[in-house]
Antibody, heavy 115, light 107 residues
């Protein structure tokens, strides 16, 4: 069973760049497509974007101008970078396998944007 | 974007009850609809996909139906572990979108 683990700074200052990593174990990162999803406190789920197993990416248009995703197949992890963050980017960020539906998921990492 | 309108936003029920949650898409999503259960502090878990197909290991008291723009999740014989928040999710088109969630709590 593939397992995912998100990591990154818990606190980011406004206007700075958020960087998160999702480390994959129990399977090759080249085998699947991967997505990032976030959830603000007490709110619903927002799909951020996808890294296809073929190497392409697809981002939510609402975040596209600030977003980048990449993968390191040698280390079996993929990353998210979100620039110019604001308080509205405060959320729990999840990575997940995507095969149409999402799952398995990581446990999530809370990112707070605050000065 | 495809808007997913989920209702109700919350409901109260008792153990043993049958409850239903509906999800309406802003356009036909051709049964590309999944349901997730989320417990506090945890990631969502996939319950059903393709509107009515049960994910492996999910109890048969969970069922799904619907087509076109209208979908329903039904939980029969509600168990204590079922008191959670449920989300629908369309995977027909990008950007993927979710319903607002339905919190099922104990009456």
């Amino acid at each position: 069973q593939v397992q995912l683990h998100e990591s990154g700074p818990g606190l980011v200052k406004p206007s700075e760049t958020l960087s998160l990593t999702c480390t994959v174990s129990g399977g090759s990162i080249s085998r699947y497509s991967w997505s990032w999803i976030r959830q603000a406190a007490g709110k619903g789920l927002e799909w951020i974007g996808r890294f296809y197993k073929g190497g392409n990416t697809h981002y939510n248009p609402s975040l596209r101008s600030r977003l980048a995703m990449s993968v390191d197949t040698s280390k079996n992890y993929f990353s998210l970078t979100l620039t110019s963050v604001t308080a509205a980017d405060t959320a729990v960020y999840y990575c997940a396998v995507e095969q149409g539906t999402f799952g398995p998921w990581g446990q999530g990492t809370l990112v707070t944007v605050s000065s | 974007d495809i808007q997913m309108t989920q209702s109700p936003s919350s409901l109260s029920a008792s153990v043993g009850d049958t409850v239903s949650i509906t999800c309406r898409a802003s356009q036909d999503i051709n049964k590309s609809l999944a349901w997730y259960q989320q417990k506090p502090g945890k990631a969502p878990d996939l319950l059903l996909y393709a509107a009515s197909r049960l994910q492996g290991g999910v109890p048969s008291r969970f069922s799904g139906s619907g087509s076109g723009t209208n979908y329903t999740l039904t939980i029969s014989n509600l168990q204590p572990e079922d008191f959670s928040t449920y989300y629908c999710h369309q995977y027909y088109l990008d950007p993927r979108t979710f319903g607002q969630g339905t919190k099922v709590d104990i009456k």
